[in-house]
């Protein structure tokens, strides 16, 4: 199974400030006959399904705000969310759908500092 | 819109079994995937499996299968996970979720989830 590490843990983000979100693949998730990557970022508030915000490491998923951005290519990726907004507070997920069985990461927590 | 709805929190004793569904609307039923994904209390997501909405052809990760069965039924568009002798550590949120596979050679993201379904394995 593909192993998906995610770091930090959490972190604590002042308003309208960066919050960075690293996520590593245990192999490379490169899907070669199109050049891109395996890879969905998903956003869970409390008490809520996750969300899908990002595919393929860096499409956006239809009305997600343009603040949320992925990248990366093989195995190691970002999810950055450029202006953190109080409804942004979540916990955060990478997804390989590389090979089966689909994995998440551990989840990165996001709160206001 | 599409929509995954699923039942209602459940209450069981060991060795009881329990049955969630997930009722889709908003889309053709047949054209995608359902899968299933366990979130034990305060733990991370894992995909349990998921269902050929086609065939009713049913894959289990390893870990999910002989106590856990998915099922269909296509006439009214909803899918259906049973866990059999239930234990205490079955006790999670387990959700349905529409699967998207954009590579033959790959698996599936998620683009739409149930609301999720508490089950309480308590005696």
């Known amino acids: 199974d593909i192993v998906m590490t995610q770091s930090p843990e959490s972190l604590a983000v002042s308003l309208g400030e960066r919050a960075t979100i690293n996520c590593q693949s245990s192999q490379s998730i490169l899907y070669s006959s199109s050049n891109k990557n395996n890879l969905g970022w998903y956003q869970q508030k409390p008490g809520q399904p996750p969300k899908l915000l990002i595919y393929?490491?860096?499409t956006r998923e239809s009305g997600v705000p343009d603040r949320f951005s992925g990248s990366g290519s093989g195995t190691d990726f970002t999810l950055t969310i450029s202006s953190l907004q109080a409804e942004d507070v979540a916990v955060y997920y990478c997804q390989q759908y590389h090979s089966t069985p689909p994995t998440f990461g551990g989840g990165t927590k996001v709160e206001i500092k | 819109q599409v929509q995954l709805v699923q039942s209602g929190s459940e209450l069981k004793k060991p060795g009881a079994s329990v049955k969630v569904s997930c009722k889709a609307s908003?889309?053709?039923?047949?054209?995608?995937?359902m899968n299933w994904v366990r979130q034990a209390p305060g733990q991370g997501l894992e995909w349990m499996g998921w269902i050929n909405t086609n065939t009713g052809n049913p894959t289990s990760a390893q870990g999910f299968t002989g106590r856990f069965v998915f099922s269909l039924d296509t006439s009214v568009s909803t899918a259906y996970l049973r866990i059999s002798s239930l234990k205490a550590d079955d006790t999670a949120v387990y959700y349905c979720a529409r699967g998207r596979r954009p590579t033959l050679t790959g698996t599936y993201y998620f683009d739409y989830w149930g609301q999720g379904t508490l089950v309480t394995v308590s005696s």
């Open positions: 908003g889309y053709t039923f047949t054209n995608y995937a």
């Open positions: 393929w490491a860096s």
